[in-house]
C-alpha cells in the first residue's frame, strides 16, 4: 500500500473496512461516496506509520455515532464532523496535527480519511478496535488507559455538545441518551490522544490489512470457491488469522429492533443443502454464531456475513431474507483478547453467556 | 427587606419560594437546610438591585434540573453547583461577578443562595420566571432574547457536560435526555448573561416576593381564616395581584408519572361540606385548575396549593391523599402574559386546550 490514500482505492478500502466491521460500523457505499468526494476535492491522504508520529503530536478522532440503520437514511457531512473536531481542538486549546479512526467499518473507517483529506492532516494507519464494536469504552485507546473524554457530539443544526466524564463507560452512558435526542446518528469525536498515546494504544495497520481485504474481495470471481481468496488472505494478515467460514445458507428469518441509540437483533441462517441452523446476534455488531445451538464464534472474534456469490460484507442492516451467504469469521487483534479486554469487549461485555475462545481451525 | 440574606431569612424565603414556585421547583425543607448550612459557613450573601448591577458583569445562573420526587431523595451538593458554573465560566472564559436565579421555587431560588454564599458573590434579586415552570424555554431570558446555551449540566461523579444550541428549546431538547443519564436530576448552570442583558430580561424584586410571602404564611395563626393574610399580600404585591383562594377541599385522589425527566400528574380535590370536584394538573408544576370541568385558573398564572390549617405550600411531591388544602391563585408577572410568552409558557405550550384568560377576581 503507498503512502497515500488516493480515489482509486476507497472502492477497495470502503469493502475491506465493512468486512472488518463485523456488520456494523456503516455502510461501506455512503463511505465510499463521502470519501471519494472528499479526496476528488481536497486529493489524497497521506498514511502515517506509529514510527512517524511524534510524541506531542495531537491526534483527533472522528465517528458517526448511533444505529447504523439510520446512518443509511441520514447523510453525515464532513460540515458536521468539523464542528465535533474543532469544539473539542478548542476545548483542549491544541489544534489537531493527525487524525485517526476510533473503528474500522464502512463508514467509520471512511469519515477519517474524507475528514483528513478536507482539512489536509495526515491520517495514522490504525484504530481503536481492529473492527468495530458499538459501544465508546470498547477501544484499544481505553484498554491502554487513554481518557475517552472530554469528547464532542455534533448534529446536522451546527449544535453540538462537549462530555467530561471520569471514566470511557460514564462517557457512552451520558452520550449514548443524546444520539437519540441528536436524531439517531451524530458526529462525535472522542479519545483526543497525544502522539505518545497513540503508539502505546493503536491497533496499527488496519486501514493496510482494509485495503488487502477489499482487494481479495474484488478478486473473488477468479476462484473456484469465491470465499477462498478472502480466507487465505485473513489467514496470512497477522493482525487476524483463523480465519474460515463459519457457516454458508440461506436467510430465513430476521429480528431488528432499533432502540435505545442501536440496532439489536439475530439474523437466522438455514443450510441449503443440509438441515443445520446457524444464528447470529447482533449489537449493530455481530456477537456471535449458534449452529444448532452449539457456539462457533464469539466476540471479540471477528464475524462477517458475506454473500455467497460476491464476497462482499452485508451489514447489519443490509440483511435480507432470502439472501445466500457466508458466515466468516477470524481472530481478534490480540490486544482484544487479553483478560482486561475480554472484560470490556468479550462476552459477558453484551450480556451473553458465553466464555471467549477463539474460532478453532477446522 | 435588608441588602443582605441571612440565616434569620431563610425559612420564610424558603417558605414562599415554595409557595410562588406553583408546586415545583423543588421542596423548601430541602432549599432551607442547604441554604442555612450555607449561610452559617460563608456568611450572608449580599443582594443586588437591578440598578446596581454593570453593564459588563458576568451573571451566572445555577439551578437544579429533574423531576422534584428524585431531587427529595437525592440531594443536592454546592460541590455538584461548582462543577456546573466553573465549567462554564471556563468554557466562557468570563469569572461570575454575580448570580441569579433561573426560576422561584424551594431549591431552585435556596440553591443560587447558597452558591453565592459560598463564591461570595451577590445574588441579584430576581429570577427568570417569577415562578417556576419545567422547561428550559420557559424563562422572560428567553423571552428577552438571552441564549440559553451555552450551558453546562453536572453530577455527583464530577462528571459534567457543556450543551451549545441554536435555541433554547434545542438546549431544553438535548438536555433533558442527559438529566435521565445524570441520575435523573443534575446542576445545571445556563443563560449566561451580561448585567445589560440581566437588567432587560430578568423578573426583579422576586426575592423579596419571596421572603414577603413566605412571612405572610408564618403570620396565619393570627387569623380567622389561615389563608386572608397570604391572599392580601399577594393582592398587594405589584408583580402578582389578583389573588384568591380558587377552591377549598380534601384530596381524594392522585395521580403521578414520572418519566422523561419530569413528574407529570394530577390531584383530585373534593369539597369538605358540598358537591363541587376540582382538578389540578401538574407537569412539576401546577398548570391548571379545573372545578366541575370549568376552567379557574391556568398557567402561566400561579396555582399553588397550600395546606388549610397551616398555609403552608405542598409541593407536587408533597401531595397526599386525605390532605386538607386551598387552592390559590394568583395572576403571572405581566411579562408572562404577553402574546409572545404564551406561546412559550401558555396553555397550548403543554398541550392543554384552554385559552389563558387571567384569574378573575370574584
Known amino acids: 500500500m503507498p503512502d497515500f490514500i488516493t480515489v482509486e482505492m476507497i472502492d477497495d478500502l470502503a469493502t475491506g473496512a465493512a468486512f ?41 478522532t472522528i465517528a458517526g455515532m448511533g444505529a447504523p440503520t439510520i446512518l443509511v437514511e441520514k447523510l453525515m457531512s464532513l460540515e458536521d464532523a468539523d464542528i465535533a473536531v474543532r469544539a473539542l481542538e478548542h476545548h483542549l486549546g491544541k489544534p489537531a496535527s493527525a487524525i485517526i479512526a476510533a473503528e474500522i467499518g464502512g463508514i467509520n473507517s471512511m469519515l477519517p480519511i474524507a475528514y483528513a483529506a478536507m482539512r489536509g492532516l495526515p491520517l495514522i494507519d490504525g484504530d481503536g478496535m481492529g473492527r468495530a464494536f458499538p459501544s465508546l469504552q470498547m477501544t484499544s485507546f481505553n484498554l491502554g488507559g487513554v481518557a475517552c473524554a472530554p469528547m464532542t457530539m455534533a448534529d446536522e443544526w451546527g449544535d453540538h455538545v462537549i462530555i467530561q466524564a471520569s471514566t470511557a463507560q460514564r462517557a457512552e452512558d451520558l452520550s449514548r441518551p443524546l444520539v437519540a435526542a441528536l436524531g439517531a446518528s451524530a458526529m462525535i469525536s472522542c479519545y483526543p490522544m497525544t502522539g505518545r498515546e497513540v503508539r502505546s494504544s493503536a491497533v496499527f495497520g488496519t486501514m493496510h490489512a482494509a485495503y488487502a481485504v477489499g482487494q481479495a474481495i474484488r478478486d473473488h470471481s477468479s476462484l473456484d470457491k469465491p470465499t477462498d481468496g478472502l480466507i487465505k488472505l485473513l489467514n496470512d494478515l497477522p493482525l487476524y488469522g483463523g480465519a474460515r467460514c463459519l457457516f454458508e445458507g440461506k436467510i430465513t428469518a430476521l429480528e431488528r429492533d432499533t432502540t435505545r441509540g442501536w440496532v439489536f437483533g439475530q439474523c437466522t441462517i438455514a443450510q441449503l443443502q443440509g438441515d443445520e441452523v446457524a444464528v447470529v446476534s447482533f449489537q449493530n455488531e455481530n456477537l456471535s454464531v449458534l449452529v444448532d445451538g452449539q457456539l462457533r464464534a464469539v466476540v471479540p472474534d471477528l464475524i462477517s456475513i458475506v454473500d455467497s456469490e460476491t464476497c462482499l460484507p452485508i451489514t447489519t442492516e443490509g440483511l435480507r431474507y432470502g439472501q445466500r451467504v457466508c458466515v466468516i469469521g477470524c481472530h481478534a487483534p490480540r490486544v482484544l483478547q487479553t483478560e482486561q479486554a475480554l472484560k470490556v469487549m468479550g462476552p459477558s461485555a453484551f450480556g451473553l453467556p458465553h466464555i471467549y475462545e477463539p474460532i478453532k481451525q477446522q
Open 20 to 60: 472488518l466491521g463485523t456488520g456494523g460500523g456503516g455502510d461501506p457505499y455512503i463511505g465510499a461516496l463521502l470519501c471519494r468526494a472528499a479526496l476528488e476535492e481536497f486529493g489524497p491522504v497521506r498514511l502515517m506509520e506509529p514510527d512517524n508520529i511524534s510524541d506531542e503530536a495531537a491526534v483527533y
